[in-house]
C-alpha cells in the first residue's frame, strides 16, 4: 500500500512540476497548460467541474469587458429626477441589489443606489423626504477594453460589486457586475430572481451579437430569422457544436446559412458564449 501511494504522489509531483515549466514559460504555452490540466483530469487527478473552472479562469485572462457586460439599453435604472414611487416598482421586480442612477441625459450614469438604502424609508414610509441624491454612491467606470482578470482583481481590491462600462468615445455603453465575471469561471450563477431570457441574445452596435449558448433554438430563430430545426438539440449551443463535429475552443468559426458563429468562451463540456454576424463573402480579384 505504501508503494502505491509513493507513486501516486510521484506522479502528482511529476505533473506539477511539468505544469510549473509550462506555466512559467511564454504567453503562446496556454494551450499546453490546457493540455497538461486535461490530462491530469484524464488520469483522476481531479474532477470534471475542478478542470471546467480551472479552464474558466484561464480563459477570462483572454476575455474583455465588452464580452460579458450587459448593454446600456438593458439596464435596469433609476433617473435622476424620479420619485420613488416612479421607480420602486422596477426595483422591486428586478430584485437587484443595485441600481445605476442616470442623470439629465440617459447615457450620464451619475452613481448607484443600493437597495438596502431605501429600506429605511421604506420602512418609516417616509417617502416625502426621500432624496435619490442623498443616498447615491460612487460608481467605477472601466473600459469596454478591460480585461476580465484585471476586473475581478480591481472588484475584490475595492470591495466593488458593479462598474459602469465607457465605449471609445467616453459614452456609457453597459454595465458590468463582479457576478458577470464570475460566471466565466464557474459557469452560470441563478437564482429565482433571474431573467435570462431578456439576456441571452445582446445586440451591438457594429453589427454582431452576443448570443449565450444556452438560447432556445426557437428563440434564436425568432431574434435572426432563421430556420433552424429543434428535432435534434434544443439549445444554440448544441446546434452548433454539431455544426462544428467536435467541442470547438475559444477563436473557432463556423459558417452556417449566411452567419458566422465565432466561439468567445467554452471549457471542457461546452460553448458558453458565441458572437453572430453576417457572413461577408471573400472577393476574389
Known amino acids: 500500500m505504501n508503494d502505491g501511494r509513493s507513486r501516486e504522489k510521484h506522479e502528482s509531483k511529476s505533473w506539477f512540476t511539468r505544469l510549473t515549466s509550462v506555466i512559467s514559460g511564454e504567453a503562446e504555452n496556454k494551450i499546453e497548460v ?15 467541474e475542478t478542470l471546467a473552472i480551472l479552464e474558466g479562469a484561464l480563459a477570462v485572462s483572454d476575455m474583455q469587458v465588452r464580452e460579458v457586460m450587459i448593454p446600456r ?21 428586478s430584485a437587484h441589489s443595485r441600481f445605476p442612477v442616470l442623470g439629465e441625459q440617459s447615457s450620464e450614469v451619475v452613481g448607484i443606489i443600493l437597495a438596502k438604502d431605501l429600506l429605511p424609508f421604506l420602512i418609516s414610509q417616509d417617502l416625502e423626504k426621500f432624496e435619490i441624491k442623498e443616498v447615491t454612491r460612487p460608481v467605477r467606470r472601466v473600459p469596454e477594453s478591460k480585461r476580465l482578470d484585471q476586473l475581478l482583481k480591481e472588484f475584490r481590491d475595492n470591495r466593488a460589486h458593479m462598474a459602469v462600462v465607457i465605449g471609445e468615445y467616453g459614452d456609457v455603453t453597459g454595465l458590468i457586475t463582479i457576478e458577470d465575471v464570475l460566471e466565466q469561471i464557474v459557469g452560470e450563477i441563478e437564482d429565482e430572481h433571474d431573467h435570462d431570457e431578456d439576456l441571452n441574445v445582446r445586440h451591438q452596435t457594429s453589427g454582431a451579437s452576443l448570443v449565450k449558448a444556452i438560447t432556445e433554438i426557437d428563440d434564436f430563430n425568432d431574434e435572426f430569422g432563421t430556420n433552424f430545426s429543434d428535432e435534434e438539440f434544443d439549445t444554440i449551443g448544441g446546434f452548433v457544436t454539431h455544426a462544428f463535429g467536435h467541442l ?3 477563436g473557432e468559426i463556423t459558417t452556417i446559412e449566411m452567419l458566422d458563429f465565432i466561439v468567445l468562451n467554452s471549457d471542457s463540456r461546452k460553448i458558453r458564449l458565441l458572437e453572430v454576424r453576417p457572413h461577408e463573402p471573400s472577393t476574389s480579384l
Do not use: C, W
Open 34 to 48: 490546457i493540455d497538461e490540466l486535461r490530462d491530469a483530469r484524464n488520469r483522476g487527478l481531479f474532477n470534471q
Open 248 to 250: 470547438p475552443s475559444r
Open 73 to 93: 439599453t438593458q439596464m435596469t435604472a433609476i433617473r435622476i429626477d424620479e420619485r420613488p414611487d416612479e421607480f420602486l416598482p422596477r426595483v422591486i421586480e
